[in-house]
């Protein structure tokens, strides 16, 4: 069977991560999680007190940094290291996530992440989720979703998610912390989150998750 690339793009909170994970295991593809990345490389800057405003800084950060994903055997998950330290029990609470797009939003950070997304994908066979796949890491992936849900549904999620890994939030933080990172997101001068021209939309506001996966297990058989 051929093997593709598949990109997956959206807004913050609408399951992209959680798709992207079932679409690869039912094809025994490789997910990269890629907003993991950019949570990482935050938690690096944040805890080392580097002053995301100095380029220089910023370089000689990068300079220092490797970004690993390690399986964990028991979830069959790759896990984010940084400096063969895996910090994925680090990067998801409020402090990191309300950081991040400010640290996307320097050019040098995704040039950096973006050739190691580049490098993983040499291979294809697998489902990359992100806010620029498919427009800059991958404009050439044989399959490209970008998924979209009410802002509402997309917090009310995200808060069940962040509850189930205990947490401590609330639906108003977490609907305000969405919206301003799409609106960073896509305001942003470098490779800004939007729709690539051949992408197919998929809004997931009333879908459940296995109703997600399988419209994007349909597209994807199409392709391979
Ligand atoms: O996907 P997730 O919500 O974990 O992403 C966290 C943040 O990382 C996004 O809000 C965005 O600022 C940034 N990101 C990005 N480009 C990607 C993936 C994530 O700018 N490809």
Redesign the pocket.
Known sequence: MKKIIIAL?GH??CG??TTAKAVAKALDYIFI???????AVTYHFLSNEVDFSDPTEVDKALASISLKFVMNPESGIGEIHVNNVNVEPFIRNMDI?SR??DV??IKAV?VF?VAEQQKMGEEKGIVM?????GTV?FPEAELKVFMTADVTVRAKRRLKEMEAKGVATNLEDVEADIRN?DH??STRKE?P?KKADDAIVVDTSALTIEQQVESILKLAKKKI
């Open positions: 793009d913050a909170g992209k991560s999680d890629t907003g993991a990345m950019y949570r996530t991040v797009s996307a939003s995704r992440n989720d992100g806010r620029d796949i890491v990172r960073l997101d490779s989150l």
